[in-house]
């Protein structure tokens, strides 16, 4: 899912038509709902009708969740800077900073990765 | 998931392009595209090809969370038209404002939807 995304941004921010991204589109997000299955045995969440939000448990876990946000939120300068860079490099640390922090919030808030 | 690779997609392509319209128009049919897969997973077989399955899998939204889900829409895709185009030129407090703006338009959208923030 990362390289998908990365190849996405990578070749939309060069002016590519939709012949040449939406194959990447279509990879992120088959990516996602394979990890999605191997992480908790179902495709995609059953819309909740249950309105209590999930919170972190511990002041540690609630740490770790709050860092984890804020990686997934400073992933965007960071592809901001790699597309004006035009760093490839640059751009796949940010998508990994932007999937990192969304595992571990996700993780964080309701004990599922995905 | 077809519908949802298209409307990333053209997001994708259309932010770099500073197109608004068409940014939010994909992430409008990223979400429908998700409710037709849920709809795919959640309905009986024979209710598959009933437009009525999909329909209801849109039902039941009160307006707390369809709000949202627009409010939602709207940032995320503002968020992402505010950095391509800072990608031109960066600077911290839009770059911030970007990334704020589609975390905080995606947590809020999540909550609409699924009660949760992530």
């Known amino acids: 899912m990362i390289i998908s995304i990365t ?8 002016g590519a038509s939709l012949v040449w991204t939406y194959p990447w589109g279509l990879l992120m997000w088959i990516s996602y709902y394979v990890g ?26 609630l740490l770790v ?4 946000v804020g990686g997934m939120l400073v992933a965007f300068p ?4 790699a597309v004006h860079r035009d760093s490839y490099l640059l751009l796949l640390i940010a998508e990994t900073c932007f999937m990192g922090g969304y595992v571990g919030g996700h993780y964080g808030f309701t004990r599922r990765l995905l | 998931m077809s ?6 997609s ?13 940014v939010t128009a994909g992430f409008v049919l990223f979400v429908v595209g998700y409710y037709v897969v849920q709809a795919g997973f959640f309905t009986s077989y024979s209710d ?16 707390i969370a369809t709000a949202l889900l627009i409010s939602s829409i709207l940032l995320i ?23 704020t703006s589609i975390v905080g338009g995606y947590i809020l959208g999540h909550i609409g939807i699924q009660k949760e923030i992530l």
């Open chain 2, 48 to 63: 598959l090809p009933d437009v009525r399955s999909i329909v209801s899998a849109f039902g039941g939204r009160d307006a």
């Open chain 2, 3 to 8: 519908i949802q690779a298209l409307g990333v």
């Open chain 1, 36 to 61: 999605h299955f191997v992480a908790t045995g179902k495709v995609i969440d059953k819309s909740s009708r249950d309105t209590s939000i999930s919170m972190p448990g511990s002041p540690v876990t």
């Open chain 1, 78 to 81: 960071i592809a901001i800077v």
């Open chain 2, 77 to 99: 895709a503002n968020g992402f038209v505010v950095g391509a185009r800072a990608s031109e030129s960066p600077m911290i407090k839009t770059m911030i404002l970007s990334g």
């Open chain 1, 7 to 14: 190849q996405l941004v990578w070749v939309a921010s060069r």
């Open chain 1, 65 to 68: 969740t709050i860092t984890s």
């Open chain 2, 10 to 22: 053209l997001a994708a392509i259309h932010m770099f392009r500073g197109n608004t319209s068409v």
